[in-house]
């Protein structure tokens, strides 16, 4: 018999109500499984929810919320024999999106209880997981930025408001960057490290990104400035970003960024600054996914 748990966020963007609540957990029932839910309290709680379950011998973890709920929940999770699984609630929902999780967590639910396990890596910013990406510049400077009311109320729209006078006025920093340890790169405005593809919802930026690979896929954008900016969004959108000879793009298993003050941020929330080592976690995690979906972000079979 499998037990789990459903770790929720009762202020998420789209929150479960007293009637989805008892549909989803109905769902996960019918099914053969024992499952308990619970309503997160404070920032960093699924964290210690996640851990005590693991740690209880709980099979799988559910988790309804953003991606940053997600990232909570990994953190309790990485290196455990416990199961994370998603039903979407927050702004962006990339991992669900990613693994072709349904958008109703009625169905979702569904297909978790049908899923296969995968073993996916993970990355780490200073002994921080993280599923998704880690950023270090622009885009760190632009998540502080953006409060909970307006990624309610408008959702990824909001990240594009946040980024527009912050893009126009980030200088790129004179830095330290060695990638797995070669020779340092010394300017850097943006850099994305990415365990997944898609960035935001909104454009796949470390666009060959495997999650099982134990590796991260590193974009890093040297200059900034209208132009610049301009030319690498087309080249984004017209898919021939790997182009440009502004954006180093390469694979690595270590980034370490020497100099101190640069912003980060870990799956779309703050990580405080540099400096930092980034580095991949090889399969760290396991995961339930929707069977039978034909993602390029995994090579490996499932468990």
């Given at each position: 018999m499998t037990t789990a748990l459903l770790i929720r966020n009762p202020v998420a963007r789209h929150r479960l109500d007293d009637l989805a609540l008892t549909a989803v957990l109905d769902v996960a029932r019918n099914a053969g499984w024992t499952i308990d839910d619970v309503a997160t309290e404070r920032e960093g709680h699924a964290t210690a929810l996640a851990r005590d379950a693991a740690q209880r011998g709980v099979d799988v973890v559910v988790v309804h919320g953003g991606d940053g709920m997600l990232n909570e929940a990994a953190n309790g999770l990485a290196g455990t024999a416990a199961a994370l699984?998603?039903?979407?609630?927050?702004?962006?929902?990339?991992?669900?999106?990613?693994?072709?999780?349904?958008?109703?967590?009625?169905?979702?639910?569904?297909?978790?209880?049908?899923?296969?396990?995968?073993?996916?890596?993970?990355?780490r910013a200073n002994g921080r997981f993280f599923v998704l990406m880690c950023g270090a510049g622009l885009d760190a400077k632009i998540v502080p930025r953006v409060g909970p009311r307006s990624k309610r109320w408008l959702g990824p729209v909001?990240?594009?408001?946040?980024?527009?006078?912050?893009?126009?006025?980030?200088?790129?920093?004179?830095?330290?960057?060695?990638?797995?340890?070669?020779?340092p790169e010394r300017s850097l405005y943006w850099m994305v490290a990415g365990n997944t593809r898609s960035y935001g919802g909104i454009a796949e930026i470390t666009h060959t990104a495997i999650a099982d690979d134990g590796e991260l896929e590193i974009a890093l954008m040297r200059r900034g400035g209208p132009l610049r900016l301009l030319a690498d969004g087309v080249r984004l959108l017209r898919k021939r970003h790997p182009r440009s000879p502004n954006v180093r793009y390469t694979r690595a298993r270590s980034v370490d960024i020497a100099t101190p003050g640069i912003p980060l941020q870990v799956d779309g929330e703050p990580a405080g600054e540099t400096p930092v080592r980034i580095e991949a976690a090889p399969l760290a995690l396991r995961v339930i996914v929707p069977a039978g979906v034909a993602s390029p972000l995994f090579r490996r079979p499932p468990e």
């Amino acid at each position: 018999m499998t037990t789990a748990l459903l770790i929720r966020n009762p202020v998420a963007r789209h929150r479960l109500d007293d009637l989805a609540l008892t549909a989803v957990l109905d769902v996960a029932r019918n099914a053969g499984w024992t499952i308990d839910d619970v309503a997160t309290e404070r920032e960093g709680h699924a964290t210690a929810l996640a851990r005590d379950a693991a740690q209880r011998g709980v099979d799988v973890v559910v988790v309804h919320g953003g991606d940053g709920m997600l990232n909570e929940a990994a953190n309790g999770l990485a290196g455990t024999a416990a199961a994370l699984a998603v039903l979407r609630g927050g702004t962006a929902n990339i991992w669900a999106k990613e693994t072709r999780t349904p958008k109703d967590p009625i169905a979702a639910m569904r297909a978790i209880t049908r899923g296969v396990t995968r073993l996916i890596d993970l990355g780490r910013a200073n002994g921080r997981f993280f599923v998704l990406m880690c950023g270090a510049g622009l885009d760190a400077k632009i998540v502080p930025r953006v409060g909970p009311r307006s990624k309610r109320w408008l959702g990824p729209v909001s990240y594009i408001i946040a980024g527009v006078t912050t893009a126009l006025t980030t200088r790129p920093w004179t830095c330290d960057v060695r990638i797995d340890g070669a020779e340092p790169e010394r300017s850097l405005y943006w850099m994305v490290a990415g365990n997944t593809r898609s960035y935001g919802g909104i454009a796949e930026i470390t666009h060959t990104a495997i999650a099982d690979d134990g590796e991260l896929e590193i974009a890093l954008m040297r200059r900034g400035g209208p132009l610049r900016l301009l030319a690498d969004g087309v080249r984004l959108l017209r898919k021939r970003h790997p182009r440009s000879p502004n954006v180093r793009y390469t694979r690595a298993r270590s980034v370490d960024i020497a100099t101190p003050g640069i912003p980060l941020q870990v799956d779309g929330e703050p990580a405080g600054e540099t400096p930092v080592r980034i580095e991949a976690a090889p399969l760290a995690l396991r995961v339930i996914v929707p069977a039978g979906v034909a993602s390029p972000l995994f090579r490996r079979p499932p468990e």
